[in-house]
């Protein structure tokens, strides 16, 4: 699909791609951790091997009599609903969605042995869109290194329209708040675009 971006389709249980960021899984492949893509049997967003159900209920077996658990419970931040779930246990939800983006990835959240939910984990979320510009800045950077030329114009309207997105994305919206693995693109992104800068 052009630069270093993998389309994962697969026939067996997993397919491995060219590292997390060039990766895009088909249905019914989800990536997983390794950001590699794996089958997701039932639909949940999350890979067979991650996924100690394969129910959607977020939880495999009905809690004995007396057993700790945390109830369902649907957070402040980020308004994700998380089911029942035995003590000790991580849940895995998908990731809180965007108007404006395809959000990809999973939210984690522990049970914790007393029966309490522990915080939300959103650090392996981020969007589609935020990872074209590092791609996109990736394949501009390779490209000059390789060749050790100026940037032509081209690059300029590259840069521009990566810069573009990146301001759209994450202006304030009401109710949207951007997530932290989005952040750290945008700041990868905006790092490698300085650097460009300083080589020319």
């Known amino acids: 699909l052009g630069g270093r971006q993998s389309l994962c389709i697969g026939t067996g249980i997993s397919c491995t791609c060219s590292g997390q960021r060039g990766c895009m899984c088909v249905t019914p492949f989800v990536r997983n951790r390794h950001g590699n893509c794996e089958i997701d049997s039932d639909g949940d967003g999350i890979p067979d091997s991650e996924d100690k159900c394969k129910n959607k209920t977020g939880i495999c077996d009905k809690p004995e009599e007396g057993q700790i658990t945390c109830p369902p419970n649907t957070d402040q931040e980020w308004q994700l609903e998380w089911p029942e779930m035995k003590h000790s246990e991580v849940a895995h939800l998908r990731c809180p969605q965007r108007e404006r983006r395809n959000?990809?990835?999973?939210?984690?959240?522990?049970?914790n042995s007393d029966g309490t939910w522990g915080e939300v984990d959103v650090n392996?979320?981020?969007?589609?869109?935020?990872?074209n510009n590092i791609l996109k800045t990736e394949s501009l950077v390779n490209t000059l290194n390789a060749t050790n030329e100026p940037l032509t114009e081209t690059d300029m309207e590259v840069i521009k329209d990566i810069t573009a997105q990146l301001t759209t994305f994450t202006e304030p919206v009401e109710n949207e708040t951007i997530l932290p693995g989005e952040l750290r693109t945008t700041t990868f992104v905006l790092q490698q675009i300085e650097k460009l800068g300083e080589s020319n």
């Open 103 to 111: 959000v990809t990835g999973l939210a984690e959240r522990r049970c």
């Open 124 to 131: 392996a979320c981020t969007s589609q869109e935020f990872n």
